[in-house]
């Protein structure tokens, strides 16, 4: 069985920077593994940031940025606001119709 | 716009069944693979399920692979998960999420809530 990693928690100040990682267990993370990125916040549905990589989707602020660090999905979020408060998660696409999702990380701002 | 509303949810005994389905409007449903995704309440996201466009290739989660069944109907415009076997374990809000070009997954329904329990 897959296992994805993602931190569990983080922590960043109101204006700064913060990367979230997303690996696999035994392997290393490419685009073919297409990873995608969402944000989801209490009570509320998922709502997609980052597809393919690194491609915001529709109305996503610029501050949010995907990339492949090391061998890591990464999600970047650049001058955090009180908003980004979330839960993250990303997803990647192993093939022969099967995705599998991250455990989450919770992002605290203060 | 994209809409996606899901029902079906309810009580049920462990060893029961349910139906979800999931009601899409606001883009061609019928161009489009569809998934299900579940999240039990104050927990992660879980992928369950994915369903290609005229419903002839269907793919689970190993943990309901052989007891949850996908199905689409694209006159009406809807897809549905049958639970089957149910377990305590499969007690969670259930998503429907249309996919994107790449593999993501662009648009997501409320949920419904499935609980198992005696």
């Known amino acids: 069985q897959t296992v994805v990693t993602q931190e569990s928690s983080f922590s960043v100040s109101p204006g700064g920077t913060v990367t979230l990682t997303c690996g696999l267990r035994s392997g290393s993370v490419s685009t073919s593994y297409y990873p995608s990125w969402y944000q989801q916040t209490p009570g509320q549905t998922p709502r997609t940031l980052i597809y393919n990589t690194n491609s915001r989707a529709s109305g996503v602020p610029d501050r949010f940025s995907g990339s492949i660090v090391g061998n890591k999905a990464a999600l970047t979020i650049t001058g955090a606001q009180a908003d980004d408060e979330s839960d993250y998660y990303c997803v990647f696409y192993l093939g022969s119709g099967i995705s599998v999702f991250g455990s989450g990380t919770k992002v605290t701002v203060l | 716009d994209v809409r996606l509303v899901e029902s079906g949810g309810g009580l049920v005994q462990p060893g029961g069944s349910l139906r979800l389905s999931c009601a899409a409007s606001?883009?061609?449903?019928?161009?489009?693979?569809m998934h299900w995704v579940r999240q039990v309440p104050g927990k992660g996201l879980v992928w369950v399920s994915r369903i290609n466009v005229d419903g002839s290739d269907t793919y689970y989660a190993d943990s309901v692979r052989g007891r949850f069944a996908v199905s689409r109907d694209n006159a009406k415009k809807t897809l549905f998960l049958q639970l089957n076997s149910l377990r305590a374990e499969d007690t969670a809000l259930y998503f429907c999420?249309?996919?994107?070009?790449?593999?993501?997954?662009?648009?997501w329904g409320q949920g419904t809530l499935v609980t198992v329990s005696s």
């Open positions: 606001g883009f061609s449903f019928s161009s489009y693979w």
């Open positions: 999420a249309k996919e994107g070009d790449w593999n993501d997954l662009d648009a």
